[in-house]
């Protein structure tokens, strides 16, 4: 099984404490930075990313296959920020699909929302 380094991150206001964490890899950790979202629309505006613990995963975003499909400005923020579908996290998403590690039933799971 593949591995990669993780972080318990806050946002960038926020205290250290359980109910303010989210386990995110290194990439999307780098790629979040302490931004909040990304502006865009018109008229321009910000749009926060994809919230873990308040947004339904499925409001916002789709698994098609190994691609991770925005379905609202939210999604598309989170996936395009992110890099969600760069050229090696589809490739990564392959090799554990073959595998048979992908996606893992914990995700479905969240994605489902039955966790």
């Not at 321009?44 to 400005?73: S, Y």
């Not at 090799?95 to 039955?114: T, V």
């Amino acid at each position: 099984m593949l591995s990669f380094p993780s972080k318990w991150t806050t946002s960038s206001a926020g205290k250290t404490v359980a109910t303010n964490l989210a386990l995110a890899c290194f990439p999307c950790n780098v790629a979040k930075g302490s931004d909040l979202g990304s502006v865009m629309g018109s008229p321009r505006r910000l749009v926060p990313f994809h919230h873990p613990r308040e947004d339904r995963w499925r409001d916002h975003l789709q698994l098609r296959g190994v691609r991770i499909a925005p379905l609202t400005e939210i999604g598309e923020v989170t996936v395009r920020l992110l890099g969600l579908n760069t050229k090696d996290r589809l490739l990564e998403r392959r090799a554990l699909a073959a595998s048979g590690l992908y996606p893992s039933m914990e995700a479905l799971a969240y994605i489902r929302e039955l966790a």
